[in-house]
């Protein structure tokens, strides 16, 4: 688990924050240095110590912000779920048809993961392992998987369509699962620009707006309830953060 980065010191009643500004620079800059290596040598052939040395820090300074190459791609998921946050603020912030907040989502995200396509594809068979740290679904990836379903908590917060109070907690997960689905495909479309993706973002975005607007529905609503406990119970990880979320 990294190590927190001190704060700033304070001395001659001066505060100064240079030593964090560095420390984030040193942080990035072996996140990128991995990134790269993953793409032009495989996962599973970098090792911490060549990562070390292509970034110019010690082994050991490595190991300081980054606990091993589980916690790298950990680093991997924050920055693509900062970027897409902030890629999808202008669809949210001026579209209130809940099918083109979706699109737009969706869309997004193929484009702010568009330059790690190559490297996506060769780590999957790690991510793809449900007891591996890299899983979207394990307990190491809680914060980037709750960063994610926060968006569409807001696209369908922000969005015209009434929704029905007792699933506007499950819906978003359901949504993100979804989107997981797009993210498989992704990894393997080779399509020039992954054009057939970004169909299947349209398309899927339409299907899950009527399935939304099907649940309002009461008779249909213990079917939504159903296919969301089926998922929370067995993928690895979603299970223990509901468990967690009913305790707390």
Do not use: C
Not at 234 to 247: D, I, N, Q, V, Y
């Amino acid at each position: 688990m990294r190590r927190a980065v001190r704060g700033p010191r304070l001395g001659s009643g001066t505060v100064t924050d240079v030593k964090p500004a560095k420390s984030e620079q040193t942080r990035t800059l072996i996140l990128e240095t991995a990134l790269r290596l993953f793409q032009e040598r495989g996962y599973d052939k970098t090792t911490m110590r060549v990562i070390a040395r292509e970034a110019g820090v010690s082994v050991g300074n490595a190991y300081y912000y980054f606990a091993g190459k589980e916690h790298l791609i950990q680093g991997f998921y924050d920055r693509i779920g900062a970027e897409h946050r902030a890629a999808v603020r202008h669809v949210l912030d001026h579209e209130s048809d809940l099918e083109k907040r979706l699109a737009g989502v969706l869309t997004a995200w193929l484009d702010v993961a568009a330059p790690y396509h190559e490297f996506a594809a060769q780590f999957f068979k790690n991510a793809a392992d449900p007891e591996s740290p890299l899983s979207p679904f394990s307990v190491e990836s809680e914060s980037a998987r709750e960063t994610a379903i926060s968006i569409h908590r807001e696209v369908l917060a922000g969005a015209k369509a009434k929704i029905p109070g007792e699933l506007a907690d499950i819906l978003p997960e359901l949504m993100w699962l979804s989107q997981m689905g797009l993210v498989l495909y992704w990894v393997f479309d080779r399509s020039p620009e992954r054009e057939r993706s970004r169909r299947l973002a349209g398309r899927g975005a339409r299907l899950t707006t009527r399935g939304i607007a099907l649940a309002r529905f009461k008779a249909l609503r213990p079917l939504v309830h159903e296919v969301h406990e089926l998922f929370t119970d067995f993928l690895p990880g979603m299970a223990e953060t509901a468990t967690a979320r009913k305790r707390s």
